[in-house]
């Protein structure tokens, strides 16, 4: 049953990005997450894939949104990009959006450029990014997000564009266990 009662599904809100432009593809990944601390609540996290980025074109960018339970708002609390490192243009950070649980996101680049196991750089092989949220007091809740790792496949070759799609897997050995972290990760 939605929100609006009566089995009838309403919009509560229309996300938008405090910096965004027309082609930057906002909303191309969604994934929703609890927000840690601060009294916990729900929050989603959205690619922009096509988001230019300190000058590099179609980098990427995934902005964070939190959900006020008492007057159901939702605010822009975060934004991220690919590490400087890493960050190039048409890499597409933010293509795929995985909930991981425990304030954990996998995030795809699909484009990103990597090396193989020769040292050669590859084009479009991808990379997925995870990253965790941090629980700090006098920071909006679900607003600090770190870099945790950077994931690349372990043999890359160009155009595969490894991260293209995410999708977390929640198994269980029997019916009744309860289900509370990702057992993989589908890339």
Known sequence: EG????????????LTPSD???????GAAVAGF???GHGGGGGAAV????HD????????AVYFFTRDADNHSWLEVSK???PVSHQRAHSYFGSSIAHLGGGRLAIGANAADSLTSAGTAESSTGEIYIYYQLVVNDSPAGSKWELGYRVV???????DHFGFSLTACFLSDTEEAPIKEPTALSV
Do not use: C, I, M
């Not at 965004?20 to 906002?26: A, E, I, N, V």
């Not at 980025?53 to 980098?59: C, F, H, K, M, T």
């Not at 496949?153 to 155009?159: E, F, G, Q, R």
């Open 3 to 14: 929100e609006g009662g009566q089995g009838q599904w309403q919009q509560e809100a229309r």
């Open 20 to 26: 965004g432009r027309t082609l930057d593809k906002f």
């Open 34 to 36: 609890t927000v840690l």
């Open 47 to 50: 690619g922009a894939p096509f």
């Open 53 to 60: 980025s300190q000058g590099d074109e179609n980098a990427g």
């Open 80 to 82: 991220v990009v690919a």
């Open 153 to 159: 496949p372990s043999v890359a070759s160009a155009y």
